[in-house]
C-alpha cells in the first residue's frame, strides 16, 4: 500500500466515518494512469448525478489539497500545477495578494485517525512553488489557517490544546517575525476560527456543540467578542465573502453522521455591522453518502465552489460551482481518478 493511500484511509476514515476496508478497495481502484481518465467538465449536476450536458461560463482557477498535495487546477485546463508533493499538505488558502498559499501538514498522524492525535505544522508556499516556509513547529495540532484581510500580514490559525475536556485555541502568526500570538479572552471556551475581515476582525465559533459565533477582534487591552445573531444550528467550514456582505459555509441537519456528514452547504446575507447572518438558503441535498463541504466564494460572488465527496462512484473528492443567479451546480474539476479537497479561489481570501 503507497503512504498516499494509507494518509486518505487515516482522513476520511475519521471524517466519513467509514471502513477503513472498504475506503482501501474504493481509493485503490481511484488510483490508475489518469491521462486518459479526464472527465468533462462543466457537466451539469442534480442531486449530485451528472446529466449530458454542459455549461458556458469563464473559467475559474483554484488552489486544493490534491491527493493530499497543494495543486493549482483550473476548470478550462487539465494540466495540474503541483506546489507539494508531500501526500500530507491539507487546507491551502490564498494569501491577499495571491502571491502566497498556507496551509497545514501533517508530521505525525500518531497511528490515529482523530486529527487532534496528529502533530502539524503551519505552512507557506509562494504561488509557483518557491519560497516553502514552516510557521509552526510541528509540536502541536495547527489546523485550518488563513490569512487576515487587514494587511497585517499574519495567518490566524486553531491548534488543539486538550482532550479531557476538549480544547481549541485561536492563534496568529507574524510572517515577518515568526511570532506566535494566542487570541483568547477565556480559557473555559473552545474557539475555531474561520473567516476574517478587512478591519481586522476574525469570525469565530466557541462553546463546542453548543456553538455560539462571534467576530474577534485583537487589542492592546485583549480580545473582543461580538456575538452574531445566526442561524439555529451546529455551523462550520464559514467564508466570508470579499465585499463582506454574503457568507457560506455548512450545517449540520444531522448529527448522527457527523458535522460532515450530516451537513448541508448554505449561504446567506453577513451583516458585520448589525452583527447578523439572514436570509439563509441551502445549496446542496442532505445526503450521509455524499458529503458536500468546505464551500468558498468566486471574486465576483456569483458563484460557490465547495468539494464533493461521493462513497457511491469514482468522483471521490471532486470540485463543484454553483451559480447563485440560476441554482445551478456544475463539476469543474477535471480527472475522476484524483482527489480534490478543500477548494480556495485565486484572488479570494477565505
Known amino acids: ?35 486518459s ?24 482557477e483554484w488552489v486544493s489539497s490534491l491527493d493530499l498535495n497543494i495543486a493549482i487546477s483550473s476548470s478550462d485546463n487539465v494540466d495540474i500545477n503541483y506546489l507539494t508533493r508531500s501526500n500530507l499538505d491539507y487546507k491551502p488558502t490564498y494569501s ?17 485517525s482523530q486529527p487532534e492525535n496528529w502533530k502539524t505544522k503551519i505552512c507557506v508556499i509562494n504561488v509557483d512553488g518557491t519560497g ?38 485561536v ?49 492592546s487591552d485583549g480580545p473582543i467578542y461580538e456575538k452574531i445573531n445566526s442561524p439555529n444550528y451546529f455551523l462550520h467550514k464559514m467564508s466570508i465573502s470579499p465585499s463582506e456582505n454574503k457568507i457560506t459555509y455548512m450545517k449540520v441537519k444531522d448529527f448522527t453522521y457527523g458535522i460532515d456528514a450530516g451537513a448541508v452547504i448554505a449561504f446567506a446575507d453577513f451583516d458585520p455591522d448589525l452583527l447578523s447572518i439572514s436570509n439563509e438558503r441551502e445549496i446542496t ?9 468546505y464551500p468558498c466564494w468566486n471574486k465576483e460572488e456569483n458563484r460557490i465552489i465547495y468539494a464533493l465527496i461521493s462513497n457511491s462512484n469514482s468522483r471521490i473528492g471532486q470540485i ?31
Not at 495578494?97 to 490515529?112: K, L, N, P, W
Open 1 to 35: 500500500m503507497t503512504a498516499s493511500i494509507f494518509n486518505k484511509i487515516i482522513f476520511i476514515s475519521y471524517y466519513m466515518r467509514f471502513s477503513p476496508i472498504i475506503l482501501l478497495l474504493i481509493l485503490t481502484a481511484c488510483q490508475k494512469d489518469d491521462t
Open 37 to 60: 481518465n479526464s472527465i468533462n467538465t462543466n457537466q451539469v449536476v442534480e442531486e449530485h448525478d451528472v446529466e449530458n450536458s454542459t455549461v458556458d461560463f469563464p473559467p475559474i
Open 96 to 112: 491577499p495578494d495571491g502571491t502566497q498559499i498556507a496551509f497545514f501538514r501533517v508530521e505525525d498522524y500518531g497511528g490515529s
Open 132 to 169: 516553502f516556509k514552516e510557521l509552526t513547529s510541528g509540536n502541536h495540532t495547527d489546523w485550518n489557517p488563513m490569512w487576515t484581510r487587514d494587511g497585517s500580514n499574519k495567518v490566524i490559525f486553531t491548534r488543539f490544546i486538550g482532550l479531557f475536556p476538549y480544547r481549541t485555541r
Open 171 to 219: 492563534y496568529r502568526v507574524d510572517l515577518d517575525d515568526g511570532q506566535e500570538e494566542e487570541l483568547i479572552s477565556d480559557p473555559s471556551n473552545s474557539e475555531f476560527v474561520y473567516s476574517g475581515l478587512k478591519d481586522g476582525r476574525s469570525l469565530v465559533r466557541r462553546n463546542g456543540d453548543n456553538a455560539e459565533y462571534y467576530l474577534l477582534k485583537p487589542t
Open 285 to 293: 441535498f442532505y445526503d450521509p453518502n455524499n458529503v458536500t463541504w
Open 320 to 350: 463543484l460551482s454553483y451559480e447563485l443567479d440560476n441554482n445551478r451546480t456544475s463539476i469543474i474539476s477535471k480527472h475522476s481518478s484524483k482527489s480534490y479537497w478543500y477548494p480556495n479561489v485565486k484572488d479570494v481570501v477565505k
